[in-house]
Nanobody
Framework: QVQLVESGGGLVQAGGSLGLSCAAS????????MAWFRQAPGKEREFVAG????????YYADSVKGRFTISRDIAKNTLYLQMSSLKPEDTAVYYC?????????????????WGQGTQVTVSS
């Protein structure tokens, strides 16, 4: 199985940028479709972005399309989420997740492994 550890969260002003990392250990990321989810207080955990197992396809929630970019570095066994033009509504705990399949799905229940999360707070 794979272990996931997120980092890079913090406090940023609206309009700013922030990059998140998800370091994997135990198995290589190339075995998994990967995704970022987020959960704001009192809300359901929601899909943000995903990348297929072969790395050839990326997917984004409509709310972040054009502002966020998901990528991975197989050599570093790390998943990334670059966030720009941040809005207060992007405030949430961000989680990376792994799914032992080729394809990305936007349901949290389809993912087998999760990190502990990292807080992102966007001030207005």
């Amino acid at each position: 199985q794979v272990q996931l550890v997120e980092s890079g969260g913090g406090l940023v002003q609206a309009g700013g940028s922030l990059g998140l990392s998800c370091a994997a250990s135990g198995r290589t990321l190339s075995n998994y479709a990967m995704a970022w989810f987020r959960q704001a207080p009192g809300k359901e955990r929601e899909f943000v972005a995903g990348i297929s197992r072969n790395g050839g396809n990326t997917y984004y929630a409509d709310s972040v399309k054009g502002r966020f970019t998901i990528s991975r570095d197989i050599a570093k066994n790390t998943l990334y989420l670059q966030m720009s033009s941040l809005k207060p509504e992007d405030t949430a705990v961000y989680y990376c997740a792994a799914r032992f399949r080729e394809d990305v799905v936007n349901s949290r229940w389809a993912y087998d492994y999760w990190g502990q999360g990292t807080q992102v707070t966007v001030s207005s």
